[in-house]
């Protein structure tokens, strides 16, 4: 399915580059403790698109296991003049802001953003839906189960316990399928919607691998899909690594994402997976016969 946003859908693998604007990501890159975050934040940005970022997508709330909650206003506090300043120095970068709160959404919409990731997917705020339908917006509806699981942190990283499925792929998908019935009764159009499988969210580790060793089940229903798996907890337990130390898990769990058709890939590390998803792309798009060097055909 094709995007006016995405025009290369199918063709290239876009990147969106996380921008943390909190005090306590999991990932260890929360900006919001340094002087002058507004500051940090445009420097990330800039770096970002320098190394190859489509995407920027601005958070103001941890989504960690155990993380503290904001309100909309202590969320708007964070985002709005980092999304002021981003939208002012890059005018033609697309900017995604993740959130689960419409009044969030309002206001950031209102501002220039372009898309709202939301992780609950349209369940947790009954007007979400409407306001992106409002703004003509995208949206990423990804899959959650946290409510009611148990949440367990570690130095290897946050992850769920006691979390039962009968048959996860199917019940991702039907949840999602739900999800996207929820974006179209409030007038979401279907090329502004973007599915996630919500890979760490409500998932125990076994469950996250065999969900992405699936995930080609997700990619045919037809929506682009975004995949998030950068530096995640279930990464550093597989490979018994610390936060600090999951660019390689992170890197192949991300090649088989596209190599099982996953079209947007949300990470941390963008300048290395950028040349990632090049080589990969050039791989996947070469004709037989050619050789394809830089963009040109020897």
Not at 107 to 133: H, K, Q, T
Not at 174 to 198: C, K, T, Y
Not at 208 to 213: D, F, H, M
Request: aromatic fraction near 6%; proline fraction near 3%.
């Amino acid at each position: 399915m094709q995007s006016d946003l995405f025009p290369e859908f199918g063709n290239k693998t876009y990147v969106m580059g996380i921008i943390n604007i909190t005090p306590d990501s999991f990932s260890g890159d929360g900006l919001l403790n340094q002087q002058e975050t507004v500051k940090a934040a445009l420097r990330q940005g800039l770096r970002f698109i320098t190394e190859g970022a489509d995407i920027l997508d601005l958070g103001a709330e941890s989504t960690r296991p155990g993380a503290t909650k904001l309100d909309s206003r202590g969320e708007l506090e964070r985002l709005l003049p980092v999304l002021d300043q981003i939208r002012s120095e890059l005018p033609d970068t697309l900017i995604s802001v993740d959130t689960y709160k419409a009044a969030t959404a309002r206001a950031c919409l209102g501002r220039g953003a372009d898309i709202i990731n939301d992780v609950w997917g349209f369940r947790y705020d009954p007007e979400m839906a409407s306001v992106v339908a409002e703004f003509g917006a995208t949206a990423v509806l990804m899959h959650n189960r946290e409510l009611g699981v148990r949440a367990v942190t570690s130095n290897l990283g946050g992850h769920y316990e006691g979390v039962e499925y009968n048959d996860i792929v199917g019940e991702v998908l039907a949840w999602l399928e739900e999800a996207v019935g929820i974006a179209h009764e409030a007038g979401v159009n279907d090329e502004r919607i973007i599915l996630d499988p919500g890979i760490g969210f409500g998932k125990t580790i076994g469950q996250n691998l065999y969900l992405l060793q699936n995930l080609d089940a997700l990619t045919a229903v037809g929506y682009p899909v975004l995949l998030g798996v950068s530096r995640k907890g279930f990464i550093g337990h597989t490979l018994n690594l610390p936060k600090g130390e999951r660019l390689e898990g992170s890197l192949a769990a991300n090649a088989w994402g596209v190599m099982s058709g996953a079209n947007i890939l949300r990470v941390h590390d963008v300048k290395e997976t950028v040349r990632l998803t090049r080589m990969l792309d050039a791989i996947r798009n070469a004709e037989s016969g050619l050789n394809q060097v830089n963009g040109t055909v020897s």
